[in-house]
């Protein structure tokens, strides 16, 4: 019976949304649609005309169908002598999608009204799609060999694990064409500095330098806690049909397989919680289009956190799952409070905080943004400067080999990499480094 009702609903749905939205048209929609009157689809057409054009626009058949089934009258017609009888199904075109939303009406996204033509434009077949697409229960239980992601374990500077979930080289190429021709059109928040063009670390810590007290927030797996419904969200908010939108977020989520999670337990690299959220499809960490979802997903995180620093007369900006506010002397005071504040904020976004990693630094000690110095200017910690110039005089007196003791396949290139970066962010300094880089002898 239940199962029945739910037809029904889609059917009344899909009818509903056929036509121009009026109560007239919508009624005789239903009528044709169940081949008799209906008495009781006043109450639910007089609704559906009055709601919100935009959100009328961006209900999927099935948000709708769950509407109908939650009507009063609906529900009585199904305790009546005849029961509502589906006679004639109405469908609307397939080559249709919703506008984007006021503030993106000018970004241009490819036009994927339906499945066959987001398969077309990936260059596969229906077939092939249906195939990259499966369902998160296939991902789970499938075996290894069978999947569509390579799973790797990474030893954490700080402790435990992190685990890489590589997508395989016939789906990476997918993706990219994803992130680059639609992902990288849509733009994060002006909070955002991580995983965005024309942004970079050094723009993230240079906001907050000079300032009397920096407050550091850590979020807690980032990739992990954006779930594939998040991901479902803003690809419908983009005007993407449901099924298309169902078939992007399966294309950029994962759900960790069984086996990866039982060596996870096994290694003691993750509690209980983060294996749970593995098991959920969530984006992996090592798809090219995970950074641009993730921040994306989290637009409304730094919507908030940047009102809150206005209101508390302070900075905000975001790196990846780095969050920091800066400002003035009071904010040392009020630490509590705001730690409370951002917490809950953090929260009903669906993230966490990692309270290990909260800090409340004021001037008179040392502050760092993603291991950068802004007491003053973006500055390299002298212990790094300290170590790198010791590493390079070593390498100019017995030679590079004898301080490679990570065993780096291209050692030269990681130095050269390090100096670049201490230039960045001292000139003179770097260019102290790159003297001595230069009378390294690399045939020794």
Not at 159 to 187: A, K, N
Not at 214 to 236: C, E, N
Not at 262 to 274: F, H, I, K, N, P
Not at 305 to 334: F, I, M, N, Q
Request: glycine share 6%; charged share 25%.
């Amino acid at each position: 019976m239940a199962s029945l009702v739910r037809l029904t609903a889609l059917a009344l749905a899909r009818a509903l949304q056929v036509g121009q939205r009026t109560p007239d048209g919508m009624a005789a929609r239903i009528r044709a649609c169940l081949g008799a009157e209906a008495s009781w689809c006043g109450p639910l057409v007089e609704r559906c005309a009055a709601m919100a054009g935009e959100r009328w626009r961006r209900l999927s058949v099935r948000s709708l169908a769950d509407l109908i089934e939650r009507d009063q009258g609906f529900h009585f017609a199904w305790i009546a002598h005849e029961p509502p009888c589906v006679r004639r199904y109405l469908l609307r075109e397939a080559d249709r999608m919703n506008p984007l939303p006021l503030g993106l009406d000018r970004c241009q996204v490819p036009f994927w009204p339906h499945a066959g033509a987001l398969a077309a434009w990936l260059g596969i077949g229906t077939g092939g799609l249906w195939r990259l697409t499966r369902p998160s229960d296939w991902q789970r239980r499938t075996p290894m060999v069978e999947q569509h992601y390579r799973s790797h374990l990474r030893p954490k500077r700080t402790g435990g694990w992190r685990l890489l979930e590589v997508p395989e080289p016939y789906l990476m190429p997918l993706q990219r064409r994803v992130l680059d021709d639609l992902l990288d059109r849509i733009p994060p928040h002006e909070a955002a500095h991580g995983y965005t063009r024309e942004r970079s670390v050094i723009d993230h810590a240079r906001r907050h330098c000079g300032q009397a007290v920096v407050l550091r927030f850590d979020l807690k797996d980032f990739f992990t806690a954006v779930k594939a419904s998040r991901v479902h969200a803003l690809f419908t908010t983009l005007g993407y049909p449901e099924e298309v939108a169902r078939a992007l977020t399966a294309l950029c989520t994962v759900a960790t397989p069984e086996p990866a999670l039982r060596r996870l337990r096994a290694e003691g690299g993750m509690d209980w919680e983060q294996v749970q959220r593995l098991r959920d499809p969530h984006l992996p960490q090592g798809a090219p289009t995970s950074p641009a979802l993730a921040n994306l997903c989290a637009f409304g995180l730094d919507v908030r956190l940047a009102h809150l620093a206005t209101s508390l007369g302070a900075r905000y900006s975001r790196y990846a799952d780095d969050l920091v506010l800066s400002g003035p002397a009071r904010l040392r005071t009020a630490f509590a409070r705001i730690e409370r504040h951002v917490s809950r904020i953090v929260i009903e976004e669906g993230f966490a905080l990692n309270p290990r990693k909260t800090r409340c630094t004021g001037a008179g000690r040392r502050q760092t943004v993603c291991h950068v110095v802004v007491n003053d200017r973006p500055n390299l910690p002298r212990d790094e400067f300290d170590r790198l110039k010791a590493i390079l005089h070593q390498c100019v007196r017995d030679g590079p080999a004898t301080q490679n003791r990570e065993n780096r396949p291209d050692w030269r290139a990681h130095l050269r990499g390090r100096v670049a970066w201490a230039t960045q962010l001292n000139a003179a300094k770097g260019a102290r480094l790159a003297r001595l880089f230069e009378r390294i002898d690399w045939a020794a």
